[in-house]
């Protein structure tokens, strides 16, 4: 099945490991702005799966999925990165939501609803829920994206300061605490949500399985829950 040039039935690991491609395709898609297509990042994804094919050789000793799901994941992240995937307007909606979700937790020493945000953004609950809709991914980055030089207009675009250190920050117990007592005060529903993305791994989909309700409500939940921590970790 190998040889020098890698997997010999190329066309075969394809068609074998696609469902692989397409279900972290979907696990990122709740990560990813709402611009962002399902197919495009699939069709990267098929890239970097033949890039595996290619250069996978037996004797490193790693299995064959964990190298190719490194190389699938490599191509999806260097799609993303090669789109301008986060203009100035959807940044100005997240920091609107966020500081009126935090005045709103100061004022009512709880987490406010999706009305009572909505009337203090002062739009309607359906213009609310389109801005969290294509808001979407907007909040999260990967930390290897900070080693890439190649990209530094795109990550201006997140105005860090100078002494940022995410891996760091990762690390700091404060920080954890801190973290782990921001998701403890989300309401229980999107408390419940963030656990079975990012402890359960399911996507969008599944999620909404779970929920019983549409993929997009459950992106929608998913971004107010992630503003939410932002605004409770603004210190850090």
Not at 65 to 81: K, V
Not at 151 to 157: A, N, W, Y
Not at 173 to 178: H, L, M, T
Request: proline share 3%; aromatic share 8%; charged share 30%.
């Amino acid at each position: 099945m190998y040889n020098a040039s890698g997997l010999q039935d190329k066309n075969q690991c394809l068609r074998d490991y696609a469902p692989l491609v397409k279900r972290i395709a979907h696990q990122m898609m709740s990560k990813l702005p709402y611009s962002v297509q399902i197919d495009d990042i699939i069709q990267a994804g098929m890239m970097g799966l033949l890039d595996a094919a290619t250069r996978y050789d037996e004797i490193h000793g790693a299995q064959f999925e964990t190298y190719a799901t490194q190389r699938i994941r490599g191509a999806m992240l260097d799609e993303l990165r090669s789109a301008d995937w986060l203009p100035r307007s959807l940044r100005r909606d997240m920091r609107r939501i966020e500081q009126g979700v935090s005045r709103l937790q100061q004022k009512l020493g709880r987490a406010p609803n999706e009305t009572e945000i909505a009337k203090e953004l002062e739009v309607s609950l359906v213009e609310y829920q389109q801005m969290l809709q294509e808001s979407r991914g907007a909040q999260l980055i990967y930390y290897e994206d900070f080693q890439d030089e190649d990209h530094e207009d795109f990550f201006e675009r997140f105005e860090f300061a100078n002494d940022t250190d995410p891996l760091a920050l990762l690390q700091d117990d404060r920080f954890k605490s801190e973290l782990a007592r921001a998701i403890d005060v989300l309401p229980e529903r999107e408390r419940l949500l963030m656990a079975l993305i990012y402890e359960q791994e399911l996507n969008l989909r599944e999620v909404g399985e779970v929920f019983g309700v549409s993929e997009s409500r459950i992106s929608q939940l998913h971004s107010q829950a992630v503003l939410r921590l932002r605004g409770s970790l603004k210190g850090y």
